[in-house]
């Protein structure tokens, strides 16, 4: 009995104190940030069930707002994924939202299992993912698995949405924050609406960037519908029709010519590397390269290069030899997490496209040995929102179109205003400009009404990115392709 009174009780006491005080932070210094910030943690039960049980630690960040008249509702960036560190992107957080910092926190918590939260990271999955297959995935991801189970933390299915966001809770009663400000990205989108399922009266605005919904089934058709508009797109354009001719037939064509040894000059180190390109690898690779306008434009020439056997233009463009960033994965959280809530609902048949085939299939493999938790039913609703919603959506998103924002939006109800750019990628607010700027006038709103109506005016359709040309001779393409090309 008195395990259930005493978070009663430390709530109570949070809520009597002033909304700015703070909890037992100390000045820190992480990446990205001339200047101290406050780092503080929480400590969590591993298994809310147990209590008693191990414990964790979930760190966080806070960027406090200098202004002596500073306002109470703190804004937190939730991250994407699943996997990523939110503080290791609190740089780019801060950057984007720095004109709402001067009177409101902005606070980065490390969801369980990635950054300093009790990490969950595969080395084994880390470097060049993007040129590993199926079975490579599956074989590195079962060393991951018993390295992982080995931890002290290594019951892997305490790491669900559901119990990470009454961690994120503890957080905002720690830090004494009567509401907050919400603003997810991709996976963080997920995040942020199973929070708002169960603190609906902690949330004061929501932002949600690339809609993932809790109720959709992931992966699905989504990237072939994108891939297959580069084709259409690129067939309608005299000036991409003459360069690249038939592209679609040559993408058929590039696939039934796998598996396939390759030889290239590696884009970053410029030594010669050799793989075994299979399907799994090619469809990967295309599919990094759909999330950006802009390399979605390198496509037309990387899949005309690739069908005559030259692959570095496709590597290069996917950044599947790219450094691994401090932003990356950790693929024992992710795996956790997807392999709970979405594993049960892949399709029992095998999916109709080669993008929904290849998650599938990694899913299914991986997944079938992966511990997974049962989540609750409640996960997979979208309840009407008791507070402003803010959807931000792509069409040419190949994981979370428009659609999927839509279908959000009508589900949360008249609290919710969904706005698409039709020729944009995935990530909205990365692009800067006007939607920083709707952002700051959204969240700064004197009242929800307000925030409603806020003037849209500046979000304006733009045209499909024109196609890369590269007049370069087939036999010099591969030792240019580190190059990069004219528009």
Same mark, same amino acid.
């Given at each position: 009995?008195?395990? !259930?009174? *005493?978070?009663?009780?430390?709530?109570?006491?949070?809520?009597?104190?002033?909304?700015?005080?703070?909890?037992?932070?100390?000045?820190?210094?992480?990446?990205? #940030?001339?200047?101290?910030?406050?780092?503080?943690?929480?400590?969590?039960?591993?298994?809310?069930?147990?209590?008693?049980?191990?414990?964790?630690?979930?760190?966080?960040?806070?960027?406090?707002?200098?202004?002596?008249?500073?306002?109470?509702? &703190?804004?937190?960036?939730?991250?994407?994924?699943?996997?990523?560190?939110?503080?290791?992107?609190?740089?780019?957080?801060?950057?984007? #939202?720095?004109?709402?910092?001067? !009177?409101?926190?902005?606070?980065?918590?490390?969801?369980?299992?990635?950054?300093?939260?009790?990490?969950?990271?595969?080395?084994?999955?880390?470097?060049?993912?993007?040129?590993?297959?199926?079975a490579q995935v599956y074989q590195n991801a079962q060393?991951?698995?018993?390295?992982?189970?080995?931890?002290?933390?290594?019951?892997?299915?305490? #790491?669900?949405?559901?119990?990470?966001?009454?961690?994120?809770?503890?957080?905002?009663?720690?830090?004494?924050?009567?509401?907050?400000?919400?603003? $997810?990205?991709?996976?963080?989108?997920?995040?942020?609406?199973?929070?708002?399922?169960?603190?609906?009266?902690?949330?004061?605005?929501?932002?949600?960037?690339?809609?993932?919904?809790?109720?959709?089934? *992931?992966?699905?058709s989504d990237a072939q519908s994108a891939l297959d508009?580069?084709?259409?797109?690129?067939?309608?354009?005299?000036?991409?029709?003459?360069?690249?001719?038939?592209? &679609?037939?040559?993408?058929?064509?590039?696939?039934?010519?796998?598996?396939?040894?390759?030889?290239?000059?590696?884009?970053?180190?410029?030594?010669?590397?050799?793989?075994?390109?299979?399907?799994?690898?090619?469809?990967?690779?295309?599919?990094?390269?759909?999330?950006?306008?802009?390399?979605?434009?390198?496509?037309?020439?990387?899949?005309?290069?690739?069908?005559?056997?030259?692959?570095?233009?496709?590597?290069?463009?996917?950044?599947?030899?790219?450094?691994?960033?401090? &932003? $990356?994965?950790?693929?024992?959280?992710?795996?956790?997490?997807?392999?709970?809530?979405?594993?049960?609902? *892949?399709?029992?048949?095998?999916?109709?496209?080669? #993008?929904?085939?290849?998650?599938?299939?990694?899913?299914?493999?991986?997944?079938?040995?992966?511990?997974?938790?049962?989540?609750?039913? $409640?996960?997979?609703?979208?309840?009407?929102?008791?507070?402003?919603?803010?959807?931000?959506?792509?069409?040419?998103?190949?994981?979370?179109?428009?659609?999927?924002?839509?279908?959000?939006?009508?589900?949360?109800?008249?609290?919710?205003?969904?706005?698409?750019?039709?020729?944009?990628?995935?990530?909205?607010?990365?692009?800067?400009?006007?939607?920083?700027?709707?952002?700051?006038?959204?969240?700064?709103?004197?009242?929800?009404?307000?925030?409603?109506?806020?003037?849209?005016?500046?979000?304006?359709?733009?045209?499909?990115? *024109?196609?890369?040309?590269?007049?370069?001779?087939?036999?010099?393409?591969?030792?240019?392709?580190?190059?990069?090309?004219?528009?």
């Amino acid at each position: 009995m008195l395990l !259930r009174i *005493l978070p009663r009780l430390a709530f109570c006491l949070a809520a009597s104190l002033p909304a700015w005080a703070g909890a037992a932070t100390q000045a820190c210094r992480v990446p990205d #940030f001339p200047q101290e910030v406050q780092c503080g943690k929480v400590q969590r039960p591993l298994d809310p069930a147990r209590p008693d049980g191990p414990k964790i630690d979930i760190n966080y960040v806070v960027v406090p707002s200098q202004d002596r008249n500073k306002l109470p509702d &703190a804004i937190v960036l939730l991250a994407g994924g699943p996997g990523q560190s939110a503080i290791s992107v609190a740089g780019w957080g801060q950057f984007a #939202f720095s004109r709402l910092n001067r !009177r409101r926190d902005l606070v980065f918590v490390d969801q369980r299992g990635t950054g300093r939260s009790a990490p969950l990271n595969c080395p084994e999955l880390d470097s060049n993912a993007e040129l590993l297959d199926t079975a490579q995935v599956y074989q590195n991801a079962q060393k991951c698995l018993a390295r992982l189970q080995a931890l002290p933390y290594g019951d892997l299915r305490q #790491f669900t949405t559901t119990i990470a966001m009454q961690d994120l809770d503890a957080v905002r009663q720690a830090q004494a924050y009567a509401k907050i400000n919400l603003v $997810g990205v991709s996976y963080g989108t997920r995040a942020g609406l199973e929070y708002l399922r169960q603190f609906p009266q902690s949330v004061r605005r929501v932002i949600l960037d690339g809609v993932v919904p809790p109720d959709a089934r *992931l992966p699905s058709s989504d990237a072939q519908s994108a891939l297959d508009a580069v084709f259409a797109d690129c067939a309608k354009d005299a000036r991409c029709n003459s360069a690249y001719p038939q592209l &679609a037939e040559r993408w058929n064509k590039l696939l039934a010519g796998l598996p396939r040894q390759v030889t290239l000059i590696h884009p970053r180190l410029g030594n010669q590397i050799q793989i075994q390109m299979t399907r799994d690898i090619v469809v990967g690779m295309v599919h990094k390269s759909l999330y950006a306008p802009m390399s979605v434009a390198g496509l037309p020439y990387a899949l005309t290069q690739a069908e005559q056997g030259r692959y570095a233009p496709l590597v290069a463009l996917s950044g599947a030899t790219n450094l691994p960033g401090q &932003a $990356g994965i950790a693929y024992g959280m992710h795996f956790s997490v997807w392999c709970s809530e979405e594993y049960a609902r *892949l399709p029992a048949t095998p999916a109709a496209d080669d #993008f929904a085939g290849l998650m599938d299939g990694m899913y299914k493999q991986v997944c079938e040995k992966w511990p997974r938790a049962t989540v609750p039913a $409640g996960f997979y609703t979208i309840p009407r929102s008791p507070a402003p919603v803010l959807l931000l959506s792509g069409g040419m998103d190949p994981v979370t179109p428009a659609a999927h924002g839509a279908h959000v939006a009508a589900a949360l109800g008249p609290q919710a205003l969904h706005l698409a750019v039709d020729n944009a990628g995935h990530g909205l607010m990365s692009q800067g400009g006007c939607l920083r700027e709707l952002a700051y006038r959204y969240l700064n709103a004197g009242s929800d009404a307000e925030a409603l109506k806020v003037d849209t005016s500046c979000v304006r359709q733009i045209p499909r990115p *024109l196609a890369w040309q590269m007049p370069l001779p087939p036999s010099s393409a591969d030792a240019s392709a580190g190059n990069g090309g004219k528009r």
